[in-house]
């Protein structure tokens, strides 16, 4: 069974431009979650997309982030425009429906730099 | 309010135990749990321990959970040069995990 995939793994981009990070959860997983960790801090819930439907996005940061889950397949997670503080690992997660967090499979995360 | 809190850094010799402490502070958590980073790799479930519980042993990993004081230890006995990594701890809320800052795990040979 293919794990959770992230791509790209790694991102750099400079100020104020537009990146766009996907996630492909393991097939069949109705839960998808996107986590960021900020250099050296704690990693931070930011949204839970059960399907195509976001069930809690009190963890984004702000307007800039938008999550996609279109078909309730792959996410897409785009920032516009990036600012420094941006920068991070973003995670992805999935799981079956009715699994508790035991049951979560993380992606590798993409590495998001802004310049 | 939510928060974890791990120290950052800790240095073992091969061979030697190691214990990677963790408070928290919402006490209505289910479960609590590790998990690992290797370089370039994703998180992993090391282990998770149920709240009613004071302790769980897993092969070389021993959890230790002191509600009283919410603190969450993980033991890793006999610790080798694979296990160097960044361990979590992590408490789950409403479905959602609160993680630490995470320990950054150094095994010197």
């Known amino acids: 069974e293919a794990g959770v995939t992230q791509f790209p793994s790694h991102s750099v981009i400079e100020k104020g431009q537009t990146v766009t990070l996907r996630c492909d959860p393991i097939s069949g997983h109705d839960n998808l979650y996107w986590y960021r960790r900020v250099m050296g801090k704690e990693i931070k819930f930011l949204l839970h997309?059960?399907?195509?439907?976001?069930?809690?996005e009190s963890g984004m940061p702000n307007n800039r982030f938008l999550a996609e889950r279109t078909g309730g397949t792959y996410s897409t997670l785009k920032v516009q425009p990036a600012e420094l503080e941006d920068s991070g690992v973003y995670f992805c997660a999935s799981s079956h429906e009715g699994q508790g967090i035991s049951g979560y499979t993380f992606g590798s995360g993409t590495r998001l730099t802004v310049v | 309010g939510e928060d974890v809190e791990q120290s950052l850094f800790l240095s073992v010799r091969e061979g030697d135990s190691s214990v990677i402490n963790c408070t928290y502070t919402d006490s209505s958590s289910t479960y609590l749990y590790w998990y690992k980073q290797e370089p370039g790799a994703g998180l992993q479930l090391l282990t998770y321990?149920?709240?009613?519980?004071d302790m769980k042993q897993d092969q070389r990993l021993t959890v230790l959970l002191n509600k009283k004081d919410k603190h969450l230890s993980l033991r890793i006995a006999d610790t080798q040069t694979g296990d160097s990594a960044i361990y979590f701890c992590?408490?789950?809320?409403?479905?959602?995990?609160?993680f630490g800052q995470g320990t950054t795990l150094q095994v010197k040979p």
């Open positions: 321990i149920f709240s009613n519980m």
């Open positions: 997309f059960v399907k195509e439907s976001k069930q809690d």
């Open positions: 992590a408490e789950s809320i409403t479905g959602k995990l609160i």
